[in-house]
């Protein structure tokens, strides 16, 4: 009997001081939302809030419903300490 068909994906969430990284293989048809339940990261790491509006697939915004093709990297985004017009503002000399 033929094996059923997979898609091997990692998942990523970066830190300044560290990194989560897994490997994971997944049923053909899988969501970035069967990646995550996967990969245990919410185990590992249950002080990350993982909104579903700060999810990707290799930097481009992707929801949590969205399916996965061999290869992808699912990306869990940090939420940004400041915005980033204001940012730019500051280190243009204007507060």
Wanted: proline share 8%.
């Amino acid at each position: 009997m033929p094996e059923p068909p997979v898609v091997r994906v990692s998942l990523v969430y970066a830190e300044p001081e560290r990194v989560f990284s897994v490997t994971l293989e997944l049923p053909d048809g899988a969501t970035v939302a069967d990646a995550i339940d996967r990969s245990g990261i919410q185990t590992a790491r249950p002080d990350i809030d993982i909104r579903a509006d700060r999810v990707g697939i290799f930097s481009r915004k992707a929801t949590r419903a969205s399916r996965l093709r061999d290869g992808d990297r699912v990306e869990i985004y940090r939420p940004l300490k400041i915005d980033p017009k204001e940012a730019r503002r500051r280190r243009a000399g204007k507060t």
